[in-house]
Nanobody
């Protein structure tokens, strides 16, 4: 599975961005998708995940109520809608995937096998 992330950019605090992750080379409808982020000097952290059907999602506490993960299996694409952005959301955002129908690990950011190249999100104060 190859992943291509896009949609990052520079936005003022309080603004919104939508990230997209297009998958190719596999059966998208059978993969669990996740978004991670890495701020300068920090480790890569889990942000959100969605299971193969879209019926289950999970978020890190710091983005709950602001970010929404979704997917369109017909378009082989996962999305991360980011609202009410804060300067502390500034990071490189990565999408990731793992082929599994069992969602317990992937929904907490564990076990991802395929990674996209990252897209920069910068939130100015």
């Amino acid at each position: 599975v190859q992943l291509q992330a896009s949609g990052g950019g520079l936005v003022q605090a309080g603004g919104s961005l939508r990230l997209s992750c297009v998958a190719s080379g596999g059966t998208f409808s059978s993969v669990c998708m996740g978004w991670f982020r890495q701020a300068p000097g920090e480790e890569r952290d889990f942000v959100a995940a969605i299971n193969w059907s879209g019926g289950n999602t999970n978020y890190v506490d710091s983005v709950k109520g602001r970010f929404i993960i979704s997917r369109d299996n017909a378009k082989n694409t996962a999305y991360l809608q980011m609202n009410s952005l804060k300067p502390e959301d500034t990071a490189v955002y990565y999408c990731a995937a793992v082929s599994t129908y069992a969602s317990s690990n992937c929904l907490i950011g564990v076990g991802y096998r395929y990674w996209g190249q990252g897209t920069q999100v910068t939130v100015s104060s």
